[in-house]
């Protein structure tokens, strides 16, 4: 009667704690092939967002917003445009977020500067509506940020910044970026008349949603 319960707890008690995965509040590690899944899939992602906005003469909010002002402006190439307005934000992220996540940083701006590049050369869309083209496009540019968030990486610049800020201060990421990529847009007036720029508002608040709903500290716990 009593050899069941001691075996049960004896030398089976690993096995069933294995099968039962791992305890509440351990946290997960990415392997390296995680890590360059997401990076791919992230910045794809946030690339076809950024082609709709382009497509429908739209903006987006932070480092992208920047570079899309620059493109309006000067006829720059956004993929060009994006890289190099990344540039002086490593030099913070490496300092106040260490040299893993600036690498990978650098690897999802590369990676979108190539994809927001050769995209448009594979896509041709005839006719885009851009209160469509602003939805889709946060909510692509939203997932894919996730993606590259949840793997400890970021599209730079004020992504960088907006991270440091939830890990040290817990201020929500997609709150503080909602409000910067706001002020953003809206001074893109000068260049995008104001039903754009209203529009881009759109798109910036959609994107941002998707990010303070679903990136909250202490929900994905994988590093």
């Known amino acids: ?20 995965g791992p305890a509440p509040g351990a946290v997960g590690r ?3 092939h995680e890590d360059l899944q997401a990076l791919v899939t992230g910045t794809l992602f946030v690339a076809l967002g950024v082609t709709l906005f382009g497509e429908a003469g739209l903006l987006t909010g932070g480092t992208a917003g920047l570079a899309f002002l620059i493109r309006y402006a000067t006829g720059m190439d956004f993929g060009l445009a994006f890289f190099l307005v990344n540039l002086p934000f490593y030099v913070f992220a490496w300092q106040r977020m260490g040299p893993a996540f600036t690498l990978k940083t650098f690897a999802a701006v590369a990676l979108l500067s190539l994809f927001a590049h050769f995209l448009p050369r594979g896509i041709h869309i005839d006719y885009l509506a851009p ?11 939203g997932a894919g940020m ?17 991270l440091y800020l939830q890990e040290r201060l817990g201020w929500r990421a997609g709150k503080v970026q909602m409000a910067i990529d ?11 008349d ?5 529009l881009s508002v759109l798109g910036a608040v959609v994107l941002n949603l998707t990010l303070a709903v679903n990136h909250r500290p202490g929900r994905y716990m994988a590093v």
Do not use: D, Y
């Open 30 to 32: 990415h392997r390296p």
């Open 182 to 192: 706001s002020l953003i847009v809206l001074g893109a007036l000068w260049v995008a």
């Open 131 to 141: 209160p469509l083209a602003a939805v889709l496009g946060g909510l692509l540019c």
């Open 1 to 20: 009667m009593n050899a069941a319960p001691t075996a049960r707890h004896g030398p089976a008690a690993p096995v069933e704690l294995a099968k039962a």
């Open 194 to 198: 104001w039903q754009r720029v209203a």
């Open 146 to 162: 996730l993606m590259l968030f949840r793997h400890r990486a970021s599209l730079g610049g004020m992504n960088v910044l907006v």
